[in-house]
């Protein structure tokens, strides 16, 4: 007897596995070639579809928006809840998301209520896409197409980040940001606008411009070249102390 359900629990978990495999590989094309593309450690179509939890979260996601566009007020939020405890990734029903989102690993990425994301979108752990205060209305961030955030950026606000643009990792952006763009630090500076481009989507969020480090160096700069401009003037250390005349 315990044979004959152990068969039959294997059988629901194949076909089950099965169904699995053929929606994704049918309504999710466009996220499975992305994490493909841009993560090294994918190494095939069936390990995306069965472990990635970026991938299964967007599966709750959509059942979850479809219910919430047609007015659902409670079940949305209940799905949206069993995806956060299964995948560790949290999106409010309400949010919009373009084709292609790449969510890596995915553990404490927060996607709030009217977030609105492009096409081809890169998330790392940790980001949140959040809200500032309880104003009401549209008070989470728009992301344009292509835009990588580094892993612990935080976006916050209404506000609109460009196509192209790459947040580096613990950044917390308050402002907008232009297209193809860099930001980087707390709060987030961009130090980069309008560069050249390397084809594809960057998704080095690590290896960044530091403007403080930037600002300093320069500064020092100034220093040396002042110093050498007074020994060059004859002007040595020992000609900023004149020694005092005793009576």
């Known amino acids: 007897m315990a044979g004959s359900w152990t068969e039959t629990i294997v059988v629901v978990l194949l076909v089950l596995i099965a169904l699995k495999i053929f929606v994704y590989r049918i309504f999710f094309k466009d996220e499975i070639k992305a994490a493909l593309e841009r993560d090294p450690a994918a190494t095939g179509a069936f390990t995306v579809i069965l472990t990635y939890p970026g991938l299964h979260v967007l599966f709750y996601y959509r059942i979850a928006n479809a219910l919430h566009g047609a007015g659902m007020p409670l079940l949305p939020r209940v799905i949206s809840q069993i995806a956060r405890w299964f995948t560790g990734i949290e999106i409010h029903a309400g949010a919009k998301i373009g084709k292609g989102l790449f969510i890596d690993h ?16 890169t998330l790392f ?13 549209k008070r989470h961030p728009t992301l344009g197409n292509n835009v990588v955030v580094g892993a612990g950026a935080k976006v916050l606000g209404n506000i609109h980040i460009g196509d192209n643009v790459t947040v580096g990792a613990n950044a917390v952006v308050v402002r907008d940001v232009p297209a193809n763009s860099t930001v980087v630090g707390v709060p987030g500076r961009i130090t980069s606008r309008e560069g050249r481009k390397v084809p594809g989507i960057n998704l080095d969020h690590t290896n960044l411009p530091d403007p403080l480090t930037q600002a300093l160096q320069k500064l020092q700069h100034e220093i040396d070249k002042i110093e050498h401009e007074l020994k060059d003037y004859g002007i040595e250390e020992k000609d900023k102390h004149p020694k005092k005349h005793h009576s």
Request: hydrophobic share 30%; aromatic share 0%.
């Open 106 to 121: 995915g553990m404490g990425v927060v996607i709030g209520e009217t977030s609105v994301i492009g096409d081809n979108v």
């Open 125 to 137: 752990q940790g980001v949140t896409l959040g809200g500032t205060g309880k104003e009401k209305g």
